[in-house]
């Protein structure tokens, strides 16, 4: 299929390596510091664009990225993604986080996908995260589809094949470590990435410089998102209060230990 | 009064799925705090055995969707489904099981209704009066109650959490429900389900022991020599010797990627943490990991967790672990074989 667009939903989370401490931000739950961790593109997200930009690459068609985040972020992390892939932002300004509601981000989202100049949603593919790193609620996606009225939908997603006619090839995670082998007759539809067969491309500071000559534009225009929702309500946030007592066992014997771990397996 | 709604696909040979149960019982629990009405909605081909064997008498009635189409996992078809039962009940909350064909449908359905969902959701509790539920935030690191005004509220429980029902099963009045099956709901056909290319299949969910594998398996060996193919065999036997479920590490899932060494029975499927799963297992062993954080996040749901690594300082001695073992993992492991293998 030719010029197959692929429009790419994707947030920014903290660096997963960062300490995360919850407090309370005004109405709703934040993170301590939230604004001076260091941010990287959703890890589930992530895989969705590069897998992305492999099949607009096969097809001749444009890749885009939609995103919700405070703009220092953004920016912050397009530094780094921008040596990726090429592909165009559109972006809109708000605090999104863990403790964003998903239908108010999905609404938003499916505004910045209708603001793109000339996009045939009939010969778009939807891509994300299945689920992000911070709410992690796997919800975002579905929505932003009903919104675009696409009702071809996939969750987990682990690989696209494009056959010639348009129709592709989807595999889907299921329990058990399986997959769920589709066939859907054409875009539009919305894909969910899991984790995908590509590995992060290497940085390309040509490719870089190009996408930053748009990207920069598309920062300064960003708009501010209203993410507010009255009727949902944080009455508490925690961290998990287990913390191990880690015994730590050593100068005995391979053998010992050995024995120790099957007494403890067989132990109920 | 409240009224709840469990809604769920059947099996392909007509059963309830053990998530389904998990989430019917979720619902009696919920029945009861809220002193609410609680009614089933069921789709697939043929339904009748799974309404008939709810393991519960606390079901007021029910509504189906039955057909070929329904048959299954496709989220136009599953989605059309769903909406028409929840239309009929006119439910305030929507119960739903934790199972990939669910998840992938009940955000898209609550929008269709003008309600809202909330996934993976641990717990309930009354606090004032307002039913509040929790749920994990950034990957298992924050805990989160939370209470929603808007109605409906679709909420799919996280598995293991909550029992199903094993009671006398009371059938109740059913209604069926016809839902039109247009072109737009069959664009997409399921071809069938595929498995992990190797021999074996590696990941079992109900396994009671989880054997993480890091990338230490494939590195060199003190020997100065890479022994991926005895790691392969060691950890091939233990996996048959204990019926254990198999974990990754993410960067033992990237070698492959690299050009490294791989265990070629790892896939993706296999990784545990930030971008991998959060199995449930009573027990987890983790061998020739360092227990970084994006990696730990992943073992929430692990009780009780030993681990051999050769540094007695790595991420698993901080709190993470119950016990660090300070040895080759090598070595222990196939001793550990040679131990299950006599007995």
Known sequence: MTNLNVVVCAGIVPDPLQTLDPVQTGEKPGLRNEMMLPHVLDPWAGHALYEAAELVKETGGKLYVVSIGPKAKLQQVMMTIAQKVPFQLIAADAAAGGFSDSKQIAVQLAELVKQIDGLD???????GGWESASRGAGTTLQMVGEILGVTDQFQGVDK???NDDGSFKVLERIEGGKHLHSSCSGAPAVLGWATGYLPEPPNNPQIGMTNMRTIMPALQQAKPADLENPELTFTAVELPKQKRDTKIVKDISADEIAQEIIDWIKSK | MSKILVVTPVESDGTLPQAAGEALGAAITL???LEAELCIGIWGQDVDMAIENLGTDAVSSGFKVEGEAFTVSRYASDAAACEAICRQAKA???????SVRTNRTIAGVAFRLNGVSDTHITEFKIENGDLVVSRWHYRQRILAHLKRSQRPWFISIESGVFIPPQGDSKVPSTEALSVDVNDALTRTTVKGIETPAGDEQT???DAELLFVAGAGWTKKQPDGEVKAAQAADIILEFLKESKSSLGSTKS???LSSEGAAVLPFMTQLNQVGQTGSTPRHDKGLATCCHGEE???VGWRFVNERRVINLDPNCGWAHGKADVLYVAD????????NELLGNQ
Not at chain 1, 121 to 127: D, E, K, Q, W
Not at chain 2, 92 to 98: A, E, H, L, S
Not at chain 2, 329 to 336: D, N
């Open chain 2, 31 to 33: 029945k009861e705090m």
């Open chain 2, 92 to 98: 305030d909350i929507v119960i739903t099981p934790d």
């Open chain 2, 252 to 254: 033992l899932v990237d």
């Open chain 2, 294 to 296: 994006p990696h730990v």
């Open chain 2, 329 to 336: 993992a090598f070595t222990v492991m196939q001793k550990v």
């Open chain 1, 121 to 127: 949603l009939s010969n778009t593919l939807l891509f």
């Open chain 1, 160 to 162: 696209i094949s494009l």
């Open chain 2, 203 to 205: 990941i079992r969910p």
